[in-house]
């Protein structure tokens, strides 16, 4: 570390202070002091150009990052104001994680408290701001939805925000006998119109009357209530997710209005209303036609995977195939309910301007209420091994683009980590494999972008790659090129460059990932879920940083083989084909 500072004249106190957090960070955490320096430049350029870009507009050019001493490191003489306070910013953002006087690392600073329900509560106190982000994570999503149910665990995503028996309804007394009248007609509506031939004045009879009754109830809902409660009391970033295997809720808060958050989240955990249930179900069939249906990415990204995936629930849509949108109803929310949103499937992640006990206490005094539940064992299909490549056309009036893909091992095989970093050899950057030969010099797309782990990572999933040409070049070009690269990287390991940067950029998006409250919650919930330990995030980054180009090539050459691929690609139909 000595030639980094020899003559340094006029080092600044910042430099000094970077140069010895850094310093001990690298040995606390036993990463590599110049890999260090280098992840952390790559922050303090990418957020000085994002600081710089409102004021400066066009024609931003990336700041050089030299190493030759923390003067330089931190851009005294390259770089404005404003980069010096980003850089700052940026260190800040580890510095979080650290409790003066000692440096602490995340493994210390993650409080982990079971309740004999088998929730699972986290927390991580920054009392840097009086305010605190919370992330409650369902080990549910997409494949765990019965047959026949597609879009179950996405729908009552969205009804999860309608309420309880105290919130979003003025009178829930009168509200109840209503819900069950809605619900009988809606079923006896469904039937109707699931018949071979169904009786055209039965159904207007049966829309007519649902039409009224949804009226009626119209008067004593309080719309959106749940959301007015949060926003009134400071809340901010309210929303959800569904993805294949899990579903999340999360929001920011001032910190004493942490027992509100209990309030109303063990609320809907606890007695959750199917209200406006078939409204919402139409929501969401619309939904479904425009970023699906009627979206040449939607269209292609849902053929593939169900080609990709012929035994496994990854093959099926999150938002649902249209004829189950269209029956779900009431009665198989409430079962998905019961049967999934269960105290031990549940992993909260709180980080912020919190005391411990206060938080123990509180989690413990709402979320204790959760009865311990036993979870019903979800038998999952494997995919088999495919007997050979798998193409496909969809037809769809845009510009063509297609999606190829590989199966693979999920995280617990030790190959995934040199996976990932394959995909950003490939993928990641301007100066990346198939962007820089591709996008740039050849000019053959548009965009290309490469998915590690796609749709999921709870089970063995596709390496991915996606494509657009650029006219006047055809899919079948792109598609040859991008089988050079992949064989370049088949035959010739990476250079020890590639390898660097991809390392720096892992330190640099971890920083990123884990310097908001919301970020960190968010990454530690989802390590909870995914794998049982928190600290998950910690052991991935440095499975991915041991990575060696020999390990990249032989994942290369193991997983991406012709004999193994699944291939989409979405065209327009030729005249002739129309006719």
Same mark, same amino acid.
């Given at each position: 570390?000595?030639?980094?500072?020899?003559?340094?004249?006029?080092?600044?106190?910042?430099?000094?202070?970077?140069?010895?957090? &850094?310093?001990?960070?690298?040995?606390?955490?036993?990463?590599?002091?110049?890999?260090?320096?280098?992840?952390?430049?790559?922050?303090?350029?990418?957020?000085?150009?994002?600081?710089?870009?409102?004021?400066?507009?066009?024609?931003?050019?990336? $700041?050089?990052?030299?190493?030759?001493?923390?003067?330089?490191?931190?851009?005294?003489?390259?770089?404005?104001?404003?980069?010096?306070?980003?850089?700052?910013?940026?260190?800040?953002?580890?510095?979080?994680?650290?409790?003066? $006087?000692?440096?602490?690392?995340?493994?210390?600073?993650?409080?982990? %408290?079971?309740?004999?329900?088998?929730?699972?509560?986290?927390?991580?106190?920054?009392?840097?701001?009086?305010?605190?982000?919370?992330?409650?994570?369902?080990?549910?999503?997409?494949?765990?939805? $019965?047959?026949?149910?597609?879009?179950?665990? %996405?729908?009552?995503?969205?009804?999860?925000?309608?309420?309880?028996?105290?919130?979003?309804?003025?009178?829930?007394?009168?509200?109840?006998?209503?819900? !069950?009248?809605?619900?009988?007609?809606?079923?006896? &509506?469904?039937?109707?119109?699931?018949?071979?031939?169904?009786?055209?004045?039965?159904?207007?009879?049966?829309?007519?009357?649902?039409?009224?009754? *949804?009226? *009626?109830?119209?008067?004593?809902?309080?719309?959106?209530?749940?959301?007015?409660?949060?926003?009134? #009391?400071?809340?901010?970033?309210?929303?959800?997710?569904?993805?294949?295997?899990?579903?999340?809720?999360?929001?920011?808060?001032?910190?004493?209005?942490?027992?509100?958050?209990?309030?109303?989240?063990?609320?809907?955990?606890?007695?959750?209303?199917?209200?406006?249930?078939?409204?919402?179900?139409?929501?969401?069939?619309?939904?479904?036609?425009?970023?699906?249906?009627?979206?040449?990415?939607?269209?292609?990204?849902?053929?593939?995977?169900?080609?990709?995936? *012929?035994? %496994?629930?990854?093959?099926?849509?999150?938002?649902?195939?249209?004829?189950?949108?269209?029956?779900?109803?009431?009665?198989?929310?409430?079962?998905?309910?019961?049967?999934?949103?269960?105290?031990?499937?549940?992993?909260?992640?709180?980080?912020?301007?919190?005391?411990?006990?206060?938080?123990?206490?509180? /989690?413990?005094?709402?979320?204790?209420?959760?009865?311990?539940?036993?979870?019903?064992?979800?038998? /999952?299909?494997?995919?088999?091994?495919?007997?050979?490549?798998?193409?496909?056309?969809?037809?769809?009036?845009?510009?063509?683009?297609?999606?190829?893909?590989?199966?693979?091992?999920?995280?617990?095989?030790?190959?995934?980590?040199?996976?990932?970093?394959?995909?950003?050899?490939?993928?990641?950057?301007?100066?990346?494999?198939?962007?820089?030969?591709?996008?740039? !010099?050849?000019? &053959?797309?548009?965009?290309?972008?490469?998915?590690?782990?796609?749709?999921?990572?709870? #089970?063995?999933?596709?390496?991915?790659?996606?494509?657009?040409?650029?006219?006047?070049?055809?899919?079948?070009?792109?598609?040859?090129?991008?089988?050079?690269?992949?064989?370049?990287?088949?035959?010739?390991?990476?250079?020890?460059?590639?390898? *660097?940067?991809?390392?720096?950029?892992?330190?640099?998006?971890?920083?990123?990932?884990?310097?908001?409250?919301?970020?960190?919650?968010?990454?530690?919930?989802?390590?909870?879920?995914?794998?049982?330990?928190?600290?998950?995030?910690?052991?991935?980054?440095?499975?991915?940083?041991?990575?060696?180009?020999?390990?990249?090539?032989?994942?290369?050459?193991?997983?991406?083989?012709?004999?193994?691929?699944?291939?989409?690609?979405?065209?327009?139909?030729?005249?002739?084909?129309?006719?």
């Amino acid at each position: 570390m000595g030639p980094l500072v020899v003559g340094c004249s006029g080092m600044g106190f910042a430099s000094l202070f970077a140069y010895a957090f &850094l310093s001990a960070f690298s040995a606390v955490n036993r990463i590599p002091f110049a890999q260090l320096c280098d992840a952390t430049a790559s922050v303090a350029c990418a957020s000085g150009l994002m600081l710089r870009a409102g004021a400066a507009g066009k024609g931003l050019a990336r $700041p050089a990052r030299r190493r030759l001493c923390f003067f330089h490191f931190l851009g005294v003489n390259a770089m404005k104001n404003g980069m010096k306070l980003t850089m700052l910013m940026a260190l800040g953002g580890w510095l979080s994680l650290a409790a003066a $006087p000692a440096i602490e690392t995340l493994a210390q600073r993650v409080q982990v %408290h079971r309740l004999d329900n088998g929730l699972t509560a986290l927390l991580v106190r920054r009392a840097n701001a009086p305010v605190f982000a919370a992330v409650i994570q369902i080990n549910v999503g997409g494949c765990d939805e $019965p047959a026949g149910q597609t879009g179950l665990a %996405h729908i009552f995503e969205h009804i999860a925000f309608k309420g309880t028996p105290w919130i979003g309804t003025r009178d829930y007394a009168a509200e109840r006998p209503l819900l !069950e009248a809605i619900a009988q007609t809606a079923a006896r &509506l469904d039937a109707e119109r699931n018949r071979i031939h169904p009786d055209a004045e039965r159904l207007k009879g049966l829309e007519e009357q649902l039409a009224g009754l *949804q009226a *009626q109830h119209e008067t004593i809902v309080v719309k959106d209530e749940f959301d007015a409660i949060y926003k009134r #009391y400071g809340g901010e970033s309210l929303n959800a997710s569904t993805s294949k295997d899990f579903t999340n809720y999360f929001i920011q808060l001032p910190a004493n209005a942490f027992e509100l958050w209990a309030c109303m989240e063990s609320q809907r955990l606890l007695w959750p209303v199917a209200r406006e249930f078939y409204r919402e179900r139409d929501v969401v069939g619309e939904e479904r036609r425009m970023r699906t249906d009627n979206d040449p990415g939607g269209k292609l990204m849902e053929e593939f995977f169900a080609i990709a995936f *012929q035994a %496994h629930p990854y093959r099926n849509p999150i938002i649902g195939w249209p004829s189950d949108i269209q029956n779900l109803d009431v009665k198989a929310a409430e079962a998905f309910y019961r049967e999934r949103y269960a105290a031990s499937n549940i992993t909260i992640a709180v980080v912020g301007d919190l005391d411990a006990d206060v938080f123990r206490r509180t /989690i413990d005094r709402y979320f204790g209420r959760m009865p311990r539940r036993p979870v019903a064992p979800r038998v /999952i299909t494997r995919e088999p091994p495919p007997a050979g490549p798998r193409v496909a056309t969809v037809y769809f009036d845009a510009n063509p683009q297609f999606a190829m893909g590989w199966p693979k091992p999920t995280f617990h095989d030790p190959d995934d980590a040199a996976l990932e970093v394959l995909a950003r050899v490939l993928d990641g950057g301007r100066t990346t494999r198939l962007e820089k030969r591709i996008v740039q !010099e050849k000019q &053959l797309a548009l965009q290309v972008w490469v998915w590690p782990s796609a749709p999921g990572e709870k #089970y063995d999933n596709l390496f991915m790659i996606w494509a657009a040409p650029r006219h006047p070049h055809t899919a079948a070009e792109v598609q040859a090129a991008i089988w050079e690269e992949i064989e370049r990287a088949q035959k010739q390991t990476v250079s020890d460059r590639e390898i *660097q940067r991809v390392r720096n950029q892992l330190m640099a998006d971890s920083v990123h990932k884990l310097n908001s409250n919301l970020g960190l919650a968010r990454e530690l919930a989802y390590s909870a879920a995914l794998t049982g330990d928190p600290l998950y995030i910690d052991r991935r980054l440095q499975e991915l940083l041991a990575v060696t180009a020999e390990d990249v090539r032989r994942v290369a050459a193991r997983y991406l083989v012709p004999d193994r691929m699944t291939l989409v690609r979405l065209d327009k139909r030729s005249r002739a084909g129309a006719e």
